[in-house]
């Protein structure tokens, strides 16, 4: 296969994973855009709404959720104050995230808080592993209840700029985009002005926003 083949099946796997998740930022622009008519407007693009109060539950789960082995223990410590912050404290971080079942109310009930230990255990992790999604996905969420746009915007841009593998740059570019577009940020566009013409990673940013486009040319409801 020819590098240019290579290139053009390179940028098409990328927006295809980006494609996956347009249908997200449609239903985020209705609720936008349309707050007291929302459930017509996500029936007119084919959704069935159901209301089933998840938040309420989620909070519920939260109140009720306790550490239930000595890493929710220490990690429920570190976030209360009890504990410095360390890279075995990071590790029981880590470890809890990759459980089979990890106890996701119990540390959620962190983000919703805006715990400062938390989001200080998520920067300390990035120093470390600047690239990793995980980390990166972690820290959106937490700006969903503390808006801290700055730091995802240096975070994520760093690691777009160091990160050499393409199919991982594919993913945090568009975890970029969707972290950053409600606030505004057009992150497609300035990694499209950090990277110069020609090189792989200004094709995939190239192609997302030319598909993109197309795609909003189409349905008339995707904004970048």
Do not use: W
Not at 126 to 140: S, V
Not at 156 to 176: D, H, I, K, P
Not at 181 to 194: I, M, P, V
């Amino acid at each position: 296969m020819k590098k240019k083949d290579k290139d053009k099946d390179s940028a098409a796997v990328a927006y295809e994973k980006l494609k996956n998740e347009i249908i997200r930022d449609q239903v985020d622009q209705i609720f936008r855009d349309h707050p007291d008519d929302h459930i017509a407007k996500l029936e007119e693009i084919g959704f069935t709404y159901y209301d089933d109060d998840e938040d309420d539950d989620e909070e519920l789960e939260e109140q009720n959720a306790v550490a239930e082995n000595q890493r929710q223990h220490d990690l429920v410590a570190y976030f209360e104050g009890e504990k410095d912050l360390s890279d075995k404290i990071l590790a029981a971080y880590l470890g809890e995230k990759a459980e089979e079942n990890p106890n996701y109310p119990l540390i959620r009930r962190y983000y919703r808080s805006a715990n400062p230990n938390l989001k200080a255990l998520l920067l300390y992790g990035l120093d470390q592993y600047p690239n990793r999604i995980d980390l990166l996905d972690d820290l959106a969420f937490s700006h969903e209840f503390e808006k801290i746009l700055g730091i995802l915007i240096d975070r994520y841009t760093s690691a777009c700029e160091q990160v050499e593998n393409m199919e991982t740059f594919s993913e945090l570019a568009r975890g970029f985009y969707y972290a950053t577009a409600r606030d505004g940020y057009e992150a497609l566009y300035a990694l499209q002005e950090l990277f110069a013409p020609g090189t792989d990673k200004r094709k995939i940013i190239d192609f997302m926003i030319a598909e993109a486009a197309a795609e909003k040319d189409t349905s008339g409801s995707i904004d970048f």
